[in-house]
């Protein structure tokens, strides 16, 4: 996936340095980095060859891609604060995501509130990849593929599609995650 360079530290400037983050800098941060993951994974879906019929199947692609990075994100901040604190950063977070999908989809459908479907498809996803493996700080096979899966019913199984799910699991999906790892430490330290 060729992300961009990603910013993930702060600026170390008097602003920067007056005061210390709190959760909704941080998920301000996390929400922007997993944003441009997700985003240039659906792009990397497209430049594969893999078939939009629609501006909202894209934009459902990238849902998918943000409800798995919320959930890994959920997952690495789980040593890193307590349970009472990821729960409030992981809210603020789907929050965050769902302000950037809200503007996106105006900008890309016009007029309306985006944000409650988008909310009860994360809230949708989250609980069943809750269920799911993750080993060693790595999303398990069952969990890249219920990723895939969910991708591959958006697109839909024609004969460039049905392969999907593959290219989920073995590249966009350990990219996305990759990514997602090597910034998330910066954000919250």
Sequence with gaps: MPV????????????NIAREKDFDDRASALAFIIWRIALEGAKDLHRERYNYASDPQRAAVIAEFVSFLIHCSDRLVYDMVDNEEREVFVNLLGRR?????QDNLVDLFGPGDYR??????????LTTYATLTFRAGEPGYDMLRFFGDRVLRILG???????????????????AFKHLKKNLPNVMA
């Design 116 to 125: 409650p479907s988008f909310i009860a498809n994360l809230n949708e996803r």
């Design 157 to 175: 199984s024609d004969q460039t599609n049905k392969w999907v799910i593959d290219q989920i699991m073995e590249q966009a999906g350990p990219d």
């Design 97 to 101: 995501l769902a302000d950037h999908m």
């Design 4 to 15: 961009k360079r990603i910013k993930s530290n702060w600026h170390q400037t008097e602003r």
